[in-house]
């Protein structure tokens, strides 16, 4: 039988081959990205890109949301949070009595789009018209309160899906269109922004709200107007760039103090014409100017 040590020892050995560069014995750092699903996808590219960079870094990359990142960087258990939404007051404090030092950088921008079903006659939405769709005690319940019928859709139910509370696309929404109201009861509240543009396609009567990266050819998005009656504006990466679009936000990364070393060098290659490159082509706006050829 193995001893408990024997299996200890044999994790820590297993661990240093894992972290040992393949060609000369170098090791390699190793730095912790988690959390929004909105830049998931980016800060993977991110990380890929950067082994090119810099094969002496790993830049471990997982999702979960905003508020697992945050969450996680409270807890001093990874080295960078992404997230779609800025650090609650509540969140900064609990950092600071932990012992962290929570620093902000904004490294794009993000259009968050209405979906819609592809078959949905609905070309324009006001915040207004959302608010009454999603928000707790919301007078919209079918799509013929919108004065639309949606072929396919055989109640006319709107079928309003949104992102689960741990997301900051969630809270994001939920303070910019709904004012801080409670979400209406029976909302379909999906683990990932891909998660929701799935099902939106996938059901007449939906309705979704995800990161504008997540658009395909396959749903709609709509064009918002701050108010009723008032001029739309449809999302895309130069309408979140110069604000014009309602619901516009900017993305964060978290550091534990301003970042030096390895994390400085990662951070500064990310907000590098480089860097920024690559979110402008994930499809975010970047949060500097960019020349990208």
Known sequence: MFSRNYLIVSILILTSMVLTAC??????????????????????????????????????????????????????????????????????????????????????????????????????????????????????????????????????????????????????FREAVLSDRDFKLGTRDMHGSKDVVDLVEKTPCAIGYSGLAYATDHLKMACVAQGSGGACTNPSVATAVDGSYPIARPLFMY?????????????NWILSNEGQCIILNKGYAPAVKVNCG
Not at 64 to 76: E, F, M, R
Request: glycine letters at 12%; one cysteine or more; a negative charge.
């Open 23 to 172: 060609g000369g014995g170098e090791r390699r750092q190793v730095i912790q990205n988690k959390g929004s699903d909105t830049l998931v996808n980016v800060a993977q590219a991110w990380a890929e890109d950067y082994q090119t960079v810099n094969p002496a870094v790993v830049v471990a990359v997982s999702g979960g949301g905003s508020g697992t990142g945050i969450a996680a960087l409270i807890n001093g258990t990874v080295d960078i949070a992404n997230a779609s939404r800025a650090i609650k007051d509540k969140e900064l404090k609990l950092a600071q009595d932990n012992g962290q030092n929570p620093v902000q950088h904004v490294v794009g921008f993000d259009a968050l789009a209405v979906y819609l079903h592809s078959d949905n006659p609905i070309d324009e939405i006001s915040i207004e018209q959302l608010a009454e769709i999603y928000g707790d005690g919301g007078t919209y319940l079918s799509w013929t309160d919108l004065g639309v019928e949606v072929p396919g859709c055989q109640d006319q139910e709107i079928v309003v899906v949104s992102r689960q509370n741990n997301s900051g696309t969630y809270a994001y």
């Open 255 to 267: 550091t534990n103090g301003e970042p030096t070393g390895a994390i400085g060098d990662y951070m």
